[in-house]
C-alpha cells in the first residue's frame, strides 16, 4: 500500500503476522487493522463551529481534525448548517481540500446541510428555499454528491429525487417523515425498485443511542446493509462540557449526552465521536466487527466516490488505517503510512 507521497515516501507493501477477516480488515496479532474512519457529517467539535466566519476558518478545521485522530478518523467532510448566505460566501472560500497527516484528518471537502429544506422538518435549521428538484439536477451534474434530509416528500417523490442524481439521506429515521405502511417516505428508498439498476442509494445513520433507537437501527441494517453509512453529526460541544453552545445561527443547551436546541427538546446534532458510534451500532445492531467498520470506512469512501483511495486496504490506496483492540477501542491512527496518533 503506497503511503500518501505528501507525507512519506516509503510504501508500507505487507502486513507481517496478519490473519484477513474480511477484503477490508485484517487482524494482526492483538489488534485489528481497518481502513481509516470517514466522517462525511460533522458540524465541528471541541468549542469550534464550523458555521461561524471566524477570522481563522482554516485555523479551526485543523483544531477539530487534529482532535479526530484519537477517535480513529482519518478523513472527514467539514458540515454547514443552514446558514445566511453571507456566511457562505465568508466560510467556504477558505475551505480547501487537502491530505492528512500528522496536523490532522484530511479534508475531503464541504457537506452542506441545507438551505434546501422543509419547513415541517426543519430540527434546527432556521430557513426554507424553494425549488430542491432543478437544484439536485444542477448539483450532479457538476459532479456533487446529493442527500435527502429534513423533509416530508413521499417515496414517490424521493423515488424522483434519486433519478435526478441523488445518492444520499441525511441521518435517517430523524428530520423526515415517520415510516407508514402506505407511504413510507424516504425511508422507502431503503427498499425501493425504482432506485435505478446502476446506483445505490446511502444513508447516514447517527448511532449515538440517543437519535435512533435500536431496533430501527437494525431495521435499517437488515433492510440495506451496503448503503449504511454511519455519521457523528457532532456539533461544538463534543469534547465538551455541559452548557450552552453555538451551531450555527442556534444556540444548543447540552444536557447529559444530548444536544437540544436551547429552550426545546428538537434534538440538534450530537456530541458522539466516531468510534463511539462504531461501537454502539455494533452492539444495538448484532453485526458483525467488518460490517460496524466498514459503515464508517468503505461505505463513505464509497458515497464519495473515493473507493480508489480510501476505505480499503487494498494494494495502491492511500494507507490510511487505524489499530484497534478487539473491543474496537482505537490505538493507533495512520495516514498516508504514517503514525499519527498513538494512546
Not at 63 to 79: M, Y
Not at 125 to 153: D, M, Y
Not at 199 to 209: E, F, K, L, N, T
Not at 321 to 331: A, M, Y
Request: proline share 5%.
Amino acid at each position: 500500500m503506497p503511503s500518501n507521497k505528501s507525507v512519506s515516501a516509503a510504501p508500507i507493501t505487507q502486513f507481517i503476522n496478519c490473519r484477513i477477516l474480511k477484503d477490508h480488515l485484517l487482524q494482526r496479532e492483538d489488534l485489528i487493522i481497518a481502513p481509516g474512519f470517514i466522517d462525511v457529517q460533522i458540524n465541528g467539535g471541541y468549542g469550534i463551529d464550523f458555521s461561524q466566519a471566524t477570522d481563522d476558518v482554516n485555523g479551526s478545521i485543523t483544531q477539530v481534525a487534529k482532535k479526530i485522530l484519537e477517535h480513529g478518523v482519518t478523513s472527514f467532510c467539514p458540515t454547514l448548517v443552514t446558514s445566511p448566505s453571507h456566511i457562505y460566501h465568508k466560510v467556504l472560500p477558505k475551505i480547501k481540500v487537502r491530505d492528512g497527516g500528522v496536523e490532522g484528518a484530511g479534508v475531503l471537502g464541504v457537506h452542506l446541510e441545507g438551505p434546501f429544506i422543509s419547513l415541517e422538518k426543519k430540527g434546527a435549521h432556521p430557513e426554507k428555499l424553494p425549488n430542491s428538484q432543478a437544484v439536485i439536477r444542477e448539483l450532479t451534474q457538476r459532479g456533487i454528491t446529493v442527500s435527502l434530509g429534513h423533509s416530508v416528500a413521499s417515496l414517490s417523490q424521493a423515488e424522483d429525487a434519486v433519478q435526478h442524481g441523488a445518492t444520499f439521506i441525511t441521518h435517517l429515521f430523524n428530520a423526515m417523515l415517520p415510516f407508514h405502511h402506505r407511504d413510507p417516505g424516504i425511508v422507502g428508498l431503503l427498499t425501493s425498485d425504482r432506485v435505478p439498476a446502476n446506483r445505490r442509494v446511502y444513508y447516514g445513520m447517527i448511532a449515538d443511542g440517543i437519535h435512533t433507537n435500536p431496533a430501527a437501527l437494525r431495521i435499517a441494517h437488515r433492510a440495506h446493509p451496503a448503503g449504511l453509512v454511519l455519521v457523528t453529526d457532532a456539533i461544538t460541544a463534543m469534547g465538551l462540557p455541559p452548557g450552552r453552545h453555538t451551531l450555527g445561527q442556534q444556540v444548543i443547551e447540552i444536557e447529559g449526552f444530548h444536544a437540544y436546541v436551547a429552550g426545546t427538546k428538537t434534538l440538534s446534532g450530537s456530541i458522539a465521536t466516531m468510534d463511539m458510534c462504531i461501537r454502539h451500532f455494533r452492539e444495538a445492531s448484532g453485526c458483525t466487527v467488518e460490517a460496524a467498520l466498514e459503515a464508517a470506512s468503505a461505505h463513505p469512501a464509497q458515497l464519495l466516490g473515493l473507493s480508489h483511495r480510501k476505505g480499503t486496504l487494498d494494494y495502491g490506496t492511500d494507507a490510511d488505517f487505524v489499530l484497534l483492540d478487539d473491543e474496537l477501542n482505537v490505538k493507533a491512527t495512520y495516514i498516508g503510512g504514517q503514525e499519527v496518533w498513538r494512546i
